[in-house]
Each structure stands twice: as C-alpha cells, then as structure tokens.
C-alpha cells in the first residue's frame, strides 16, 4: 500500500465551480499537511500546509484535514481557469516528505 | 528572499556523458531534496541532505547517480554515464530546520535533462 493515496483525475469542471480534491493516507505519524499546485512543465508551488486536524481558509481556497479518517481535502471556490494545473498533495513527519501522484484539474471557460 | 534556485534549466546530454545539476536553498534553509518526475508522472523521491550529511538516499539507483551538498555552495545531483532513460525532470526542494519553522518544502523551478 502506498502511504499517501490520490485519484490522477482528470476533473474537468465549469468555470465558477466548487472543487474538491482528496487524499488518503495510511501513516499516523505523519503532522504536517500540504497542497501544491503544479502548472505544466513548471515546479510545485506550495498552495497551503497545515498542523493538525481542522480546517484553514485562504481565499478561494479552504485546507481540511481529518486525522481520524486519514483523509486530507483542498477545496477550490468559484474556480477559474487559471485554477486549471495539476494538485498534489504532501504529507511529512520529521522532514520526510510523501507526495501523493497528483490530480489533474482542467477548469472550462 | 529569494526562492529555490537551480540551474542550468534546460540540458542536453549524449548517452555516456555526465550531468551535473545544482540547487541552492532559499536562505535559512538547511535541508535539500532531490526528486525526479517523468511527464504526467508525480515526483518521486531520490534524495534528502543536511550540509555535509546524506539523511536518506533511499530512492537514488544504486549506479551512476551521487549527491553531495558542501559546507559551501550548491547541492550537486550527478549522473555519470547518462541513458535514455534519465531524461526527466528534476526538482530541488528546501525546507527549513524543523526546530525552528513549520515542516514545509518549497521546490526550484527544475533541471530538465534530455539525454540524446
């Protein structure tokens, strides 16, 4: 089993949707959380981390973290296109660092 | 602050040639990771380093691939004798000490190696 799960996509959406993208994971040691959005031929960039179970806001963009269930969401209010790239999402415990394979998002115009 | 720097950005390699990639962390950082990431693949881990120290080289082949990352200067991937298959794309990442920031990793912009 992998230690970090997450669906490859893609998810095509209508500009203006919500989106949610999820991961699951299997390491209970695992504390710190994070997203990073991945335009094409471009590097990762950190979107948002968190500490714990709960949520944290951002813009458009709302973090949770559920660590009963070892799952970790990111939600994506009124998409636009510009959203569209690829999400992956993190997860560490002492400076290492698990990657889950990445959801492509294509946001329509 | 400037960010993850590496370079060059772009190399081309015959098969049987070295490449050399180079990452600076941002500043204050002190731990650098190495990860390669085939297209419409996700990253896969090859290496993380301290100054001076090899943490874990777990996800580096046993052959033809080193890094090294000195008390002075960039942290150094090196592929000797390069094939076809090491063409990819290969990011650097940082992240502060853990005792004195969040467990957070900021990546480069990436080398990609195309090996003719």
């Known amino acids: 089993q992998k230690e970090v799960e997450q669906d490859p996509g893609p998810l095509s959406v209508p500009e203006g949707a919500i989106v949610s993208l999820n991961c699951t994971y299997s390491?209970?040691?695992?504390?710190?959380f994070m997203w990073y959005r991945q335009y094409s031929r471009k590097g990762p960039e950190l979107l948002m981390y968190?500490?714990?179970?709960g949520n944290k806001e951002d813009g458009r963009f709302t973090a949770q973290v559920d660590k009963s269930s070892k799952y970790i969401s990111l939600f994506i209010r009124d998409s636009q296109p510009s959203d569209s790239a690829t999400y992956l999402c993190?997860?560490?415990?002492?400076?290492?660092?698990?990657f889950g394979s990445g959801t492509k998002l294509n946001v329509k115009p | 602050n400037a960010g993850v720097m590496q370079n060059p950005r772009h190399l081309v390699r015959r098969r049987g040639q070295e490449a050399r990639l180079r990452c600076s962390p941002m500043?204050?950082?002190?731990?650098v990771y190495w990860y390669r990431q085939l297209p419409e693949e996700g990253l896969k881990f090859m290496v993380y380093?301290?100054?001076?120290?090899?943490?874990?080289e777990s996800g580096m082949p046993k052959e033809r691939f080193s890094a090294e990352f000195p008390k002075e200067g960039p942290s150094i991937l090196r592929i000797q004798q390069v094939v076809r298959g090491d063409s990819a794309a290969y990011f650097c990442?940082?992240?502060?000490?853990?005792?004195?920031?969040?467990?957070?990793?900021?990546f480069g912009p990436g080398t990609r190696l195309t090996v003719l």
């Open positions: 500043k204050g950082h002190s731990h």
């Open positions: 968190t500490y714990s179970s």
């Open positions: 390491n209970s040691a695992f504390q710190y």
């Open positions: 990442a940082s992240s502060p000490d853990q005792t004195t920031s969040t467990d957070t990793q900021y």
């Open positions: 380093l301290q100054k001076e120290n090899i943490i874990d």
């Open positions: 993190a997860m560490s415990s002492f400076n290492k660092f698990y």
